[in-house]
């Protein structure tokens, strides 16, 4: 579905909008969704596409200890893995394309409100893919997963966002791709808005 940006009307009392990267600002997952394919096939461990996005938010590290629990085998240098699998998404990245329905948002109230970026994602792999894009400079907040203790479902990269923001939660609206997020931002006391509708 086509949206134009004034379709979607913040609810009364808005006071910052909290954007996830992945999925939701770019088109990100399917280069992901390879790179995580290339690296793991060599450790013989598998992913399906399904499960990859049904755990769209949580952090590379995270989602390869549970992959090598799940396939009852032991990973030794779960950080070198990481470092590869980011390198190859990294080859993709002059082919990622934004998310426009999103962009025209975040490009419409810029200025009005604050703007964060919250990612389960590392900070050099977001700010290259914000820079990419060319909209790094409109974020006053880039909260990433080394920013905070606990990961997404759980809230914290989202009130991190709104304390760096210095909002209120129940005032920040967020817009996501997953489920994982959404359930975040409900824990985290704000209005999610998922995109995916958007994309189709």
Known sequence: MFMRTSEWTPPPGTAALIFDCDGTLADTMPAHYQAWTSMLRRYG????????YALGGMPTAHIIRLLADEAGMVVTD?????????ALFLEHLKGIRPIEPV?????????QWP?????????HTITRTLDHLQIRDWFAAVVTAEDTPRHKPEPDVFLEAAAQLQVEPRRCVVFEDTDIG????????????DIRPWRR
């Open 45 to 52: 461990i598998p992913f399906p596409e399904p499960r990859f």
């Open 78 to 86: 779960v950080e070198a893995m990481v470092q590869e699998k980011e």
């Open 103 to 111: 962009l025209r948002i975040a490009a419409r109230f810029r200025g």
């Open 115 to 123: 703007l964060a970026v919250a990612s389960g994602g590392y900070r």
């Open 182 to 193: 959404l359930e975040a931002a409900r824990r985290a006391g704000m209005l999610g808005i």
